[in-house]
């Protein structure tokens, strides 16, 4: 039987989890749904898979773990198309996304040993009898749960520390997005044949609902926050540990010392770039009184010059169109001005790019997450209005700072996870660097050494050197021990520290 198809809306056919493009319509991927009783079998498989993953130690997975960069180095092309299909994002942006991923799969391979490897930790003088050892070990299987605005990079972020500690994984795709998961997994098997490392399971939310509850080690999670919550409370019934990578509403701050015209580029980049779905997406911004008015006219100048169904493709899920039309209508019903777009620029499947100044910060546009391509400006006295400003919403996974004397000090400020000054979106690239939010963003991080170290567990271990020299750790200790013990701790400790 063939459902009647919306463009964008995925439908259920005969088994099978049918994507389509929201742009044109077309079936972009095809792929079995699995129940729950399948969804339980592949965590069965992937729990002894995990174990042979595990004994091929931080060389083994390094060696494959670079080859299958390799082949999607090889094949970025081929892999780019598919959320292209899937979302409608331009192929440019999809090789891009598709770059950053496989950057962090380069690293973490590499850095895995280094990282969450085995090695002696210092003695302390009350214990130097003992030696400590420190190791991480991994959880056996990881369920990685994704969403469709970066369905290459969203999963491939906590897919490549939980592979590179050594963990299998299995992968629940958005079900907008569902061909992409399947390539990954099906190019990972290429390289690694011998056992389901990576496997995937597909379906609608009840699919991701039922990974949390299938005995996994960990969830990763990458989506809203409304579900983020959902994930949590399923996961609190087996006190299965979670990452959440929740939704964001991210401020940039431009301040009076800051490079206008390189303000004005980034933030349109940071705020339309695929089409404003990016969970680290300006959303609003704050200019200081002497810079607003050529801030403003430069970002619309910027912005006005990007192309519909070029540059900004459609909006992926045709419910989003709904909540862009509100925070917009919502926007300017409250007094705000639309300097470019506005009430007709949202045209399904597109939204043309819309750029709201006096928008009041009660409004939806500004207090929610629109994920469309639109930005809010305000002006603001200065910088420490900002930083109130941007830190006033639940909200607080990413941010940017335009300005030069103080560009660093306004990001440690935020109160957000990550922060990018004098550009914006740049930390998501960063394979050094963790990647994550605060509040309503989530926490738990993915990329970099935190990255790693959030798919393993740490092991303690101590090994007794030599006999005691005070022995107090027996019911036969000499009561002189204890004394002599508290002598030893009054000498080392007793006296405060010298003032500097
Ligand atoms: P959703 O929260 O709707 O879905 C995310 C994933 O969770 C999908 O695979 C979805 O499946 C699945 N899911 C749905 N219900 C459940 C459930 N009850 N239990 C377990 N899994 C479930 O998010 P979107 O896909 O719409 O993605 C957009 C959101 O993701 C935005 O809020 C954005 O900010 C956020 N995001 C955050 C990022 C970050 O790193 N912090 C990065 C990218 C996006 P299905 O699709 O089948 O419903």
């Known amino acids: 039987m063939t459902a009647t198809r919306t463009p964008g809306i995925p ?26 009783k399948a969804v339980e079998a592949a965590v069965d498989r992937a729990r002894a898979a995990g174990t042979w993953w595990a004994g091929l130690n931080f060389d083994g997975r390094r060696v494959r773990l670079l080859r299958w960069r390799a082949l999607l180095a090889e094949r970025i092309e081929e892999l780019a198309a598919l959320p292209h299909a899937e979302t409608g994002k331009p192929p440019a942006d999809a090789i891009v996304e598709a770059i950053a991923a496989i950057e962090h799969i380069d690293w973490a391979a590499r850095n895995a040993k280094r990282v969450l490897g085995p090695r002696r930790t210092r003695t302390r003088l009350l214990v130097a009898e003992h030696s400590g050892h420190l190791e991480y070990q991994p959880y056996g299987v990881v369920g990685v749960i994704g969403p469709w605005n970066y369905p290459i990079l969203t999963p491939l972020g906590p897919i490549s520390g939980a592979l590179a500690a050594g963990n299998a994984v299995v992968l629940k795709p958005s079900e907008y997005t569902p061909a992409v998961g399947q390539w990954l997994v099906d190019t990972f098997a290429e390289i690694v044949p011998e056992q389901p490392v990576l496997q995937v ?46 939704g964001g509403k991210d401020a940039l701050i431009v301040d009076a010392d800051a490079d206008v015209d390189a303000a004005a580029e980034a933030a349109v980049w940071g705020s339309m770039t695929n089409a404003g779905q990016t969970c680290i997406g300006i959303e609003r911004v704050y200019a200081v009184a002497p810079v607003y008015d050529a801030f403003v006219a430069a970002v619309v100048e ?30 300017l019903a409250r007094g705000g001005r639309a300097l470019l777009g506005g ?37 603001v006295a200065d910088a420490e209005e900002a930083i109130s400003l941007a830190n006033a919403l639940p909200y607080g996974l990413g941010g940017a700072v335009f300005g030069k004397a103080n560009g660093v000090r306004i990001a440690r400020r935020l109160h957000t996870g990550m922060v990018a000054v004098n550009s914006t979106l740049s930390f998501v690239g960063m394979a050094t660097l963790p990647f994550g939010g605060v509040g309503d963003s989530g926490f738990g991080r993915i990329h970099g050494e935190d990255g790693l170290r959030e798919f393993a567990r740490s092991k303690a271990i101590t090994r007794q050197r030599f006999p005691s020299v005070v022995e107090v750790t027996r019911f036969d200790r000499h009561p002189a021990a204890v004394k002599r013990l508290t002598m030893i701790l009054s000498t080392v400790y007793g006296r405060p520290p010298r003032r500097r």
Do not use: Y
């Open 11 to 36: 439908v259920v056919e005969d088994g099978f989890l049918v994507s389509t493009s929201p742009a044109t319509g077309a079936e972009a991927g095809r792929v079995p749904i699995s129940d729950e």
């Open 201 to 246: 399971v597909h379906g609608l939310g009840d699919v991701g609902a039922a990974l949390c509850a299938a005995g996994v080690g960990k969830i990763a999670f990458t989506g809203s926050t409304a579900t983020a919550k959902k994930v949590m409370a399923t996961c609190a019934q087996t006190l299965t540990p979670v990452v959440l990578e929740a």
């Open 302 to 331: 910027k912005a006005g010059k990007l192309r519909v169904g070029e540059e900004i493709g459609p909006i992926t899920m045709p419910g989003q169109v709904d909540v862009i039309r509100r925070h917009i209508d919502d926007a």
């Open 343 to 379: 009430a007709d620029a949202v045209q399904p499947p597109h939204v043309s790019p819309t750029v709201l100044v006096d928008v009041p910060e009660d409004s939806a546009a500004i207090r929610e997450e629109t994920f469309g391509p639109t930005v809010t400006i305000t002006k």
